[in-house]
C-alpha cells in the first residue's frame, strides 16, 4: 500500500511562491500526481511526474525525486484563486485503478 | 465534453430512507469511481469499474451499492445510512486503459446529510 504525507496548512501572499511537500511510503511507485480542490468544488488534475526531475505548466510546477520519495508542486505569482486545497496523489502498483490521495494541504493565499 | 456530472447536488435522509446518487460522463471512459470525502480530508475510494465490471470495492458497508448500467452512467444506492455517512460523495471517470498516469475527472459531488 501506499501513505502519502502533506503540511495541513501553508499561507502565502498574492505575489509570492509557495512550495506544497508531499512524502511518500510506497511498496511499488507508478508516479506522483497532484490535483487541486477549492471549496465545494471538485478535484482537478494538475500535474503528474513519472520521473525524476521538474515538470512546468505555466505557473505551477512540480517535482519528483523518487531517491526520497518525495515530491512538491510549486507555485508562482500566487492569485487569490490558488486558495484550494491540493493533494498528491500515486497509484497503488497492485491495483492499476486505484489512486491514494495525499492528506492534503490548504491553501491560503492573502492579499 | 470533459465534465463528469452529477445528481442530484445535495441530499438529505433519514436513516430508514432508500435513496440514490447518479453520475453521467460522455468522454468515452471505461474507468468510473466512487469516492466518499469529509470536511478537510482528502477523498477516499470506495468502487472502481472498469468496463462495467465491479473492480475494487474497498470494503464498503453493504449499506452502499453501486450499480453501473453502462459505460456512462454510475449509480451509488443508499439504504439505511448513518449519520456518520454524511459527507460529499464524488464521482470520477478516467480513460481505463490501465496506463501508470491516468488522469481522473471528478464531478461536483453530492453532499449527503443523513439525520
Known amino acids: 500500500g501506499q501513505s502519502l504525507e502533506q503540511p495541513s496548512e501553508v499561507t502565502a501572499v498574492e505575489g509570492a511562491i509557495v512550495q506544497i511537500n508531499c512524502t511518500y511510503q510506497t511498496s511499488g511507485f507508478y508516479g506522483l500526481s497532484w490535483y487541486q480542490q477549492h471549496d465545494g468544488g471538485a478535484p482537478t488534475f494538475l500535474s503528474y511526474?513519472?520521473?525524476?526531475g521538474l515538470e512546468e505548466t505555466g505557473r505551477f510546477s512540480s517535482f519528483l525525486s523518487r531517491s526520497d520519495s518525495y515530491g512538491y508542486l510549486l507555485l508562482q505569482e500566487l492569485q487569490m484563486k490558488d486558495s484550494a486545497s491540493y493533494f498528491c496523489?500515486?497509484?497503488?502498483?497492485?491495483?492499476?485503478?486505484?489512486?491514494?490521495f495525499g492528506t492534503g494541504t490548504l491553501l491560503a493565499v492573502q492579499p | 465534453d470533459t465534465e463528469v456530472t452529477q445528481t442530484p447536488k445535495h441530499l438529505v435522509m433519514g436513516m430508514t430512507n432508500k435513496k440514490s446518487l447518479k453520475c453521467e460522463q460522455h468522454?468515452?471512459?471505461?474507468?468510473m469511481y466512487w469516492y466518499k470525502q469529509k470536511a478537510k480530508k482528502p477523498p477516499e475510494l470506495m468502487f472502481v469499474?472498469?468496463?462495467?465490471?465491479?473492480?475494487i470495492n474497498e470494503s464498503v458497508p453493504s449499506r452502499f451499492s453501486p450499480e453501473c448500467p453502462n459505460s456512462s452512467l454510475l449509480n451509488l444506492h443508499l439504504h439505511a445510512l448513518q449519520p456518520e455517512d454524511s459527507a460529499l460523495y464524488l464521482c470520477?471517470?478516467?480513460?481505463?486503459?490501465?496506463?501508470?498516469?491516468?488522469?481522473?475527472?471528478f464531478g461536483p459531488g453530492t453532499r449527503l446529510l443523513v439525520l
Open positions: 468522454m468515452g471512459h471505461r474507468a
Open positions: 496523489a500515486g497509484k497503488d502498483g497492485g491495483a492499476t485503478n486505484k489512486l491514494i
Open positions: 470520477a471517470s478516467s480513460h481505463g486503459a490501465g496506463q501508470a498516469q491516468e488522469t481522473q475527472y
Open positions: 511526474n513519472a520521473l525524476d
Open positions: 469499474y472498469s468496463y462495467e465490471k465491479l473492480s
